[in-house]
């Protein structure tokens, strides 16, 4: 018996999902003698690592699995989602840190953030957003503001009708796409037949450990 890779791969780009990747990469401002991060670099904002811009693939899911667990007062969700990559995929040579936005599944996310705050930029590429509102400073009435776009690169909103007052703290809720990473379980090659690049196993965790950012 002889596996035909070709049709293999086509198999599961056929049955598999859209899906982004981003590769991850170590910054180079980590200090050499103790490891941390710069918490001043603007390329990767304290992290250590940042991400390309992403790139269009698909991969068949073969199991999903998310549990949610309290840490420190604050929910938040774990769970493994393994793919069978094909060779074709840029996921196919996936390493550690880098990450898988899933195009056709999204989650409801609800968030504070501070109009012109170093921090207002969503860490996650979003699918609309449905409200935004926050609370009248002397009379504490709920004003309801416009919906924003989003800069691609940074995550920064702007808006072109009632936009939040500098300075102000207000409630955005949304739909954003559903993101997973890799951790410690790295891409797992399955036996070569005869040199064939056969498909790879990976192991999804739900769990960001670094941070996303967009870029």
Known sequence: ?????????????????QMLYWR???????????????????????????????????????????QGNWAKGGRFETGDLVLSVPSTSAIWAAGQFDRVTMLDADERFSMPMTRGAPTERLPFKVKDITRV?????????????????????????????????????????????????????????????????LPKHVVLRKYDLLGRRVN
């Not at 018996?1 to 999902?17: A, C, E, P, V």
């Not at 904002?45 to 999903?64: C, E, I, N, W």
Request: positive net charge; hydrophobic residues 30%; aromatic residues 12%.
């Open 1 to 17: 018996m002889r596996f035909h890779q070709t049709r293999f791969d086509r198999m599961l780009s056929n049955m598999g999902q």
């Open 24 to 66: 991850a990469w170590g910054c180079s401002c980590v200090n050499a003698a103790s490891g941390a991060p710069d918490p001043k670099c603007q390329l990767c904002l304290g992290k250590g690592h940042f991400y390309d811009s992403p790139v269009p693939t698909r991969a068949a899911q073969a199991s999903q699995k998310i």
């Open 133 to 197: 509102f926050w609370k009248h400073p002397q009379t504490g009435v709920l004003i309801e503001g416009g919906i924003p776009t989003f800069d691609p690169k940074t995550g920064r909103p702007a808006w072109t009708d009632r936009e939040p007052p500098a300075g102000v703290t207000y409630s955005l809720t949304g739909n954003r796409f559903v993101e997973y990473f890799i951790y410690q379980d790295l891409p797992t090659s399955r036996a070569f037949h005869d040199g064939t690049q």
